[in-house]
């Protein structure tokens, strides 16, 4: 069945730098898109980036434009986001989505603080 298994979450001090990923597991994960999403407390979840399958076209949402990176390692079935200058307002949790499959991954905490 499809899986989608997140980490690299933490707290981070505003400026700082976090990595996070998602490996996935269950369906053809290199011709697939995948995304990142975000939710905050009190917030709807919204999307912040995301990755085609084949040509690895990226999308990105305009708040973290310039200071995240989407990107994937087909041969590992992991998408990775690469968040640079982490502000306060990043504070969520993040999520992996399988697009095609509509299946979340559990969420992982990041939180920006001094």
């Known amino acids: 069945q499809v899986q989608l298994v997140e980490s690299g979450g933490g707290l981070v001090q505003p400026g700082g730098s976090l990595r996070l990923s998602c490996t996935a597991s269950?369906?053809?994960?290199?011709?697939?898109?995948m995304s990142w999403y975000r939710q905050a407390p009190g917030k709807e979840r919204e999307l912040v980036a995301e990755?085609?399958?084949?040509?690895?076209?990226?999308i990105y949402a305009d708040s973290v434009k310039g200071r995240f990176t989407i990107s994937r390692d087909n041969g590992k079935n992991t998408v990775y986001l690469q968040m640079n200058s982490l502000k306060p307002e990043d504070t969520a949790v993040y999520y992996c989505?399988?697009?095609?499959?509509?299946?979340w991954g559990q969420g992982t905490q990041v939180t920006v603080s001094s």
């Open positions: 989505y399988a697009s095609r499959w509509n299946y």
């Open positions: 269950g369906f053809t994960f290199s011709s697939d898109p």
């Open positions: 990755i085609t399958g084949v040509s690895g076209t990226t």
